[in-house]
C-alpha cells in the first residue's frame, strides 16, 4: 500500500525558515516524480513543485521561485520542501503527492502538515 | 497570466445528473492538457477521480466520468449520491513542468 507520511510543520515567525519532509512506502520511490501542493486555510489547491525521480528535474510555480526548494533522498524514500523567508500567506496545509509523469497525475495524496506563520 | 476556471458552487438533487467543467481564461482545453480531477472533504486529503481527460482512477464509482465538453473538461456525476457533496479540484498540465489547478467546485446534494 502506498503510504506518504508529512511531517516538519508548526508555528514559526514571519521571515523564518522550515524544511518539510514527507516520507515514502510502499512503492519504488527512485522511479516516481514528486509534488508539493499547498492549501490555505479555506481555499483552493494550489501546485507548489515537481520533482524528477533521480532529482535532476525541478519546476516551480512562480509565486514560490526562489524562496522554496524541493529535494529528494531515494536512499531514505524522502522528499523534502525547503521554506525560507516565510509569510503570512503561507499559512497553509502542505501535501506531498506521487505523480504519474505519464498521465500528469497526483495519483496517490499525503494526509498534509500545517504551517502557521505568525508573529 | 492563464487562470484555470471552475463554478463556484454547483448543487444537485439526490440521484440526479451534475456536471462540473473546468476551462480556461484564454484559450481552450483539450487532452493535450491531460485535465485530471480530485475530490476532496473538509479537513481530509485530496482523493484522485479522473485522469487523462477521462480515466477513472481504481475504485472510484463508474457514475463519475470525464470529458472535454466543447472548450472545457468536464466532470459528471451520474446519479449523485449525498455522499458526494464534496470540494472537486481540475487540474491542467500547462507544459514545462507546471501544474494549475482551477479554484474548486463547491458540491451540495439536496
Known amino acids: 500500500e502506498v503510504q506518504l507520511v508529512e511531517s516538519g510543520g508548526g508555528l514559526v515567525q514571519p521571515g523564518g525558515s522550515l524544511r518539510l519532509s514527507c516520507a515514502a512506502s510502499g512503492f519504488t520511490f527512485s522511479s516516481y516524480w514528486m509534488s508539493w501542493v499547498r492549501q490555505a486555510p479555506g481555499k483552493g489547491l494550489e501546485w507548489l513543485a515537481n520533482i524528477k525521480p533521480d532529482g535532476s528535474e525541478k519546476y516551480y510555480v512562480d509565486s514560490v521561485k526562489g524562496r522554496f526548494t524541493i529535494s529528494r533522498d531515494n536512499a531514505e524514500n524522502s522528499l523534502h520542501l525547503q521554506i525560507n523567508s516565510l509569510r503570512a500567506e503561507d499559512t497553509a496545509v502542505y501535501f506531498c503527492?506521487?505523480?504519474?509523469?505519464?498521465?500528469?497525475?497526483?495519483?496517490?495524496w499525503g494526509q498534509g502538515t500545517l504551517v502557521t506563520v505568525s508573529s | 497570466q492563464t487562470v484555470v476556471t471552475q463554478e463556484p458552487s454547483v448543487s444537485v438533487s439526490p440521484g440526479g445528473t451534475v456536471t462540473l467543467t473546468c476551462g480556461l481564461s484564454s484559450g481552450s482545453v483539450s487532452t493535450s492538457y491531460y485535465p485530471s480531477w480530485y475530490q476532496q472533504t473538509p479537513g481530509q486529503a485530496p482523493r484522485t477521480l479522473i485522469y487523462?481527460?477521462?480515466t477513472r482512477s481504481s475504485g472510484v464509482p463508474d457514475r463519475f466520468s470525464g470529458s472535454i465538453l466543447g472548450n472545457k473538461a468536464a466532470l459528471t456525476i451520474t446519479g449523485a449520491q449525498t455522499d458526494d457533496e464534496s470540494d472537486y479540484y481540475c487540474?491542467?498540465?500547462?507544459?514545462?513542468?507546471?501544474?494549475?489547478f482551477g479554484g474548486g467546485t463547491k458540491l451540495t446534494v439536496l
Open positions: 487523462s481527460t477521462n
Open positions: 487540474v491542467f498540465y500547462m507544459g514545462s513542468g507546471i501544474s494549475m
Open positions: 503527492a506521487r505523480r504519474v509523469s505519464s498521465l500528469k497525475v497526483f495519483d496517490h
